[in-house]
């Protein structure tokens, strides 16, 4: 859920329904307010929410709502729910998605906000969201059928309730035990023009062998079909553990949009299942008490600092986290956490045992993200996951059953480029003038080399105190390929709030300029500045 506020006036409120939703995070202009995630323009940030189906709560007039989501309107597609909450927190009206549950969200909100909602829908004051949107664990059958069963008893019909609702027991439904109408809950695929039909998500599916190539997507639709049961009705895959990394297996559960767990055993008795085993409990299953999920390992890059340098993929991979790992700098710039979620912060030099217990914890089932600054994979934790992966699968064959995914970032030797210019503009090499992991040798032979092939050079880990003359040394080796007029970019702390950038000549740079918070940049021959502006140019002579 998305919490969108304009401008600092309405953080306070924002905070206040964010305590009651784990799952939040607050959006804020970003030439206004520091938020959780910061967005440019208001109109085009709700379109995006709202077409991508996040439920959208936004802190001011439902007028400015309405009419930026106005063009998304005419298409009838997945409409989340959309509210409007006035900045101080006196009024929750809730707009679009009637269907997905925006009144039993605005009762909550209001709860939050100690307010009563401005309920508008009138099948919802009296029995139409209790039984168009039912709890979790039950799936109503065919919406539109759903309309018009809440039109027929708006219009004074009554109904009967055949199977087990417990929600509403104390529903102001206008029951008769004669009614022609009947709420059926049942896992059976049923179609009559006067039931209201809803599925209790009952129904496991056991797949003893999940050969690639196989079509068990379907293999489980005509199961269910064989049984008369609904595809609705379906609660959970589950397969033996053995399974946990086939792909056949995964891409099933997301067509039949179901989790997938993994157990020892069958979690029922399949003894007479071929292939395919189904069983019928006779209410919900609570799936997570079901063996367990497949792990999945997430390394990010966070970028240089800011929240909008960060991916949105990067920023979806931490709101889906379960455990958080990284370096404590690193991890409290990727906060706010819900209270659901684990944070393990460490030390900048435990990286491979770090590594190691995120693949515990991966093997677990649980989500797991690692996370570096800039990008992963840029003298960063991705290399050392996988060195960890390389050095203990033998003895941990379960971490190779781990999803393992690298989601990129915007390293600091580009975000310093993009501040400067363009010194990247041509060819470039990247090096870490840090001598923990090499011998200085190594990066002096290197240094030698990008300055005979007149690369630009961006140097990482210039300085740090228990290297203080190693910089001295590399920048003696590039003046003897480079001019003293040829620029250099110098970016500390670029993308946080202390950012500078300066521009020096080669002749002026010392260590006394840089330290481990910047980003050094030396230009080739061909390296030019305009302006305030560095560039280097496309082609070379
Ligand atoms: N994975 C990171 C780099 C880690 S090495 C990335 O891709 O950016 C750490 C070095 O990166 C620092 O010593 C510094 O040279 C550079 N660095 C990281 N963040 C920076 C920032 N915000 N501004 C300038 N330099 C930064």
Redo the contacts with the bound molecule.
Sequence with gaps: MAIVVLGGGALDTARRIQASFPDSQVHGLASRVSADVAYEDFGAHVRGLYVAGTPIVALCSAGIVIRALASCLADKGAEPPVLAVAQDGSTVVPLLGGMRGVNVLAREIGAALHVTPAITTGGELRFGQCLLAPPEGYALADIEQGKRFVSDLLAGETTRIEGRAPWLDDAALPRADDARLAVRITPLAASDEDSLVIHPRCVLAWIEDASAGDDIAERVRLAMREHGLAPLALAALTAPLHHMASESLAHAARALDVPLRFCDAAPFDARHARGIALHVHDAPVDVQSIGRARGTLTVI?L???SAELMTPAARNALVAAQDVLGYETYVRMSGPFRDDQRVHMTDNREELQRARHAFELASEGRRVVVV??????????AAAVLEALDKGQREHPEWSAVKFAIVP????????AARAGAPLGHDFCVL?L?DNLKPWSVIETRIAHAGEADLVMA????L?KARPWQFDRAIEIVRRYRDADTPVVL??????PA?ALRIVTLGELTGELV??????IVGSSTTRVVGDWVYTPRWHA
Excluded at 409 to 416: M, P
Excluded at 459 to 462: R, V, W
Aim: proline content about 7%; overall charge negative; charged content about 15%.
């Design positions: 890059g970028g240089p600092g570096s600054s800039g990008d992963p994979g840029v003298f960063a934790m970032g915007v390293s600091a030797s580009l975000a310093t870490s840090s140097f990482y880990n210039p740090s970016g500390r702390d670029i993308g946080r950012e330290d481990m918070r910047t980003m050094v």
